[in-house]
T-cell receptor, first 112, second 114 residues
């Protein structure tokens, strides 16, 4: 079974609005990461939050983690057309040794 | 900024043929990974590699697949006898720590099996 599932699968917003994406996972984790993928390209790391952290900020990104609910959210504030991409959460299974598992992704479209 | 590079960017092969996908990880990284993504779907873990050994592999990574670090810079994924369902984007990634370190991805090789 897959580790992470993002919600919604697709999101379309106007430039300047905020975008919120959610991720749920199944097993205990050490870290949760968010990645971005532009169409046809590799994934780019955005932010990492450790299991003992609840919130983290990086520029226009805000990530929260709720380990009791096994969920995380990524908020992009003041979105830009250039934020159009797919966003994936990724977790490392605390029982595993070297395996980072990606979720199903949220496809974000920011309309200028 | 250092990059992970993958070659070729696109590989077309006939069913049953062997293919080798090549990757040059970031030079001071120690952990290497292969992932695949079928037509914009989820990114699936294939295998991780450290100290010249496979650390973890998924159920997708069966006997048709193998990985190798033939020298100090390259990291390869070999598919021995390709099937139509192997058509996908294959991404190589590397990291400098086993935990708590971001993965750095290449731009992928699009494999098309005909």
């Amino acid at each position: 079974s897959q580790q992470g599932e993002e919600d919604p699968q697709a999101l379309s917003i106007q430039e300047g609005e905020n975008a919120t994406m959610n991720c749920s996972y199944k097993t205990s984790i050490n870290n949760l990461q968010w990645y971005r993928q532009n169409s046809g390209r590799g994934l780019v790391h955005l932010i990492l939050i450790r299991s003992n952290e609840r919130e983290k900020h990086s520029g226009r990104l805000r990530v929260t983690l709720d380990t009791s609910k096994k969920s995380s959210s990524l908020l992009i504030t003041a979105s830009r057309a250039a934020d159009t991409a797919s966003y994936f959460c990724a977790t490392d299974d605390s029982g595993g040794y070297q395996k980072v598992t990606f979720g199903t992704g949220t496809k974000l479209q920011v309309i200028p | 900024e250092p990059e992970v590079t993958q070659t070729p960017s696109h590989q077309v092969t006939q069913m049953g043929q062997e293919v080798i996908l090549r990757c040059v990880p970031i030079s001071n990284h120690l952990y290497f990974y292969w992932y695949r993504q079928i037509l914009g779907q989820k990114v699936e873990f294939l295998v991780s590699f450290y100290n010249n050994e496979i650390s973890e592999k998924s159920e997708i990574f069966d006997d048709q697949f193998s990985v190798e670090r033939p020298d100090g810079s390259n990291f390869t994924l070999k598919i021995r006898s390709t099937k139509l369902e192997d058509s996908a984007m294959y991404f190589c990634a590397s990291s400098d720590l086993v935990r708590g370190s971001p993965l750095h991805f290449g731009n992928g090789t699009r494999l098309t099996v005909t």
